[in-house]
């Protein structure tokens, strides 16, 4: 019995998002073949196969699951069952009957909001930072989950500022393959492992105003809150010094 547990994705992140099972438990799945998406506050990663067999799924999609979790087994003994063909008598012709419909004059019952609503990791940190109760925020997402779009709105409502951000990890754009080594080995993996944790784009770079400004052109604001904020700070970077602890 193979256990698939949640991989060390490096960046200081302890913990993930089971997004969505890509096959289920019962299913005989092929060595390397994705099973599962989970995503970090920084990217999305899949989960992968180790050996073929049949999977016995663990955790449920939605559940925060901490690194080294149990996510699913693999049975890497049992064989693939063939397709069964079965004949089947043609059923008779189903007689339904049409009935006028009468009007519910009951009062409707007003609906409320679910207890378990989820977020993404992105958006729980987003609610965290401006301490908003999640139970507040109306779910778009998918398996009714809250997302970014979600929380734009929500502002908007509140009349809460916006600020124009970017995730930041290296300074230029083609250092996005030198970054991916380093990720390989915080995590001890190589490059050429289809199971690494890596970010799903090369846009983690130093970005400058127009190319921000051009980013969030639909919310003219962010940029103007970001810069105000900028101009409220008073540091010195030293130069041609090395800064490593």
Same mark, same amino acid.
């Given at each position: 019995?193979?256990?698939?547990?949640?991989?060390?994705?490096?960046?200081?992140?302890?913990?993930?998002?089971?997004?969505?099972?890509?096959?289920?438990?019962?299913?005989?799945?092929?060595?390397?073949?994705?099973?599962?998406?989970?995503?970090?506050?920084?990217?999305?990663?899949?989960?992968?196969?180790?050996?073929?067999?049949?999977?016995?799924?663990?955790?449920?999609?939605?559940?925060?699951?901490?690194?080294?979790?149990?996510?699913?087994?693999?049975?890497?003994?049992?064989?693939?069952?063939? &397709?069964? +063909?079965?004949? #089947? %008598? @043609?059923?008779?012709?189903?007689? $339904?009957?049409?009935?006028? /419909?009468?009007?519910?004059? =009951? &009062?409707? +019952?007003?609906? #409320? %909001? @679910?207890?378990?609503?989820?977020? $993404?990791?992105?958006?729980? /940190?987003?609610?965290?930072? =401006?301490?908003?109760?999640?139970?507040?925020?109306?779910?778009?997402?998918?398996?009714?989950?809250?997302?970014?779009?979600?929380?734009?709105?929500?502002?908007?409502?509140?009349?809460?500022?916006?600020?124009?951000?970017?995730?930041?990890?290296?300074?230029?754009?083609?250092?996005?393959?030198?970054?991916?080594?380093?990720?390989?080995?915080?995590?001890?993996?190589?490059?050429?492992?289809?199971?690494?944790?890596?970010?799903?784009?090369?846009?983690?770079?130093?970005?400058?105003?127009?190319?921000?400004?051009?980013?969030?052109?639909?919310?003219?604001?962010?940029?103007?809150?970001?810069?105000?904020?900028?101009?409220?700070?008073?540091?010195?970077?030293?130069?041609?010094?090395?800064?490593?602890?």
């Amino acid at each position: 019995m193979i256990e698939i547990k949640v991989p060390t994705v490096g960046e200081s992140i302890s913990e993930v998002q089971l997004l969505r099972w890509n096959k289920k438990t019962g299913e005989y799945v092929e060595r390397d073949e994705v099973i599962a998406e989970l995503e970090s506050e920084k990217a999305t990663f899949e989960v992968n196969a180790e050996k073929a067999g049949v999977l016995t799924t663990i955790a449920a999609e939605g559940d925060q699951l901490k690194i080294g979790e149990l996510l699913a087994t693999i049975d890497d003994t049992a064989k693939a069952i063939s &397709p069964k +063909v079965e004949i #089947t %008598a @043609p059923k008779p012709p189903v007689v $339904t009957t049409v009935q006028t /419909a009468v009007p519910d004059t =009951k &009062p409707a +019952v007003p609906q #409320t %909001a @679910p207890v378990d609503v989820k977020a $993404t990791p992105l958006a729980s /940190a987003m609610l965290a930072e =401006k301490k908003i109760d999640l139970a507040q925020v109306k779910a778009t997402g998918p398996q009714g989950k809250v997302v970014k779009d979600d929380l734009l709105k929500l502002a908007k409502e509140l009349g809460l500022p916006l600020l124009a951000t970017n995730d930041l990890h290296y300074t230029y754009r083609e250092d996005a393959k030198h970054h991916a080594a380093l990720l390989c080995i915080n995590s001890g993996s190589t490059l050429s492992d289809p199971k690494r944790f890596k970010f799903d784009s090369d846009e983690f770079y130093f970005k400058d105003a127009a190319t921000m400004r051009r980013i969030f052109k639909d919310i003219e604001e962010a940029c103007e809150n970001t810069l105000l904020i900028a101009e409220r700070c008073d540091t010195t970077l030293r130069e041609n010094e090395n800064l490593l602890p």
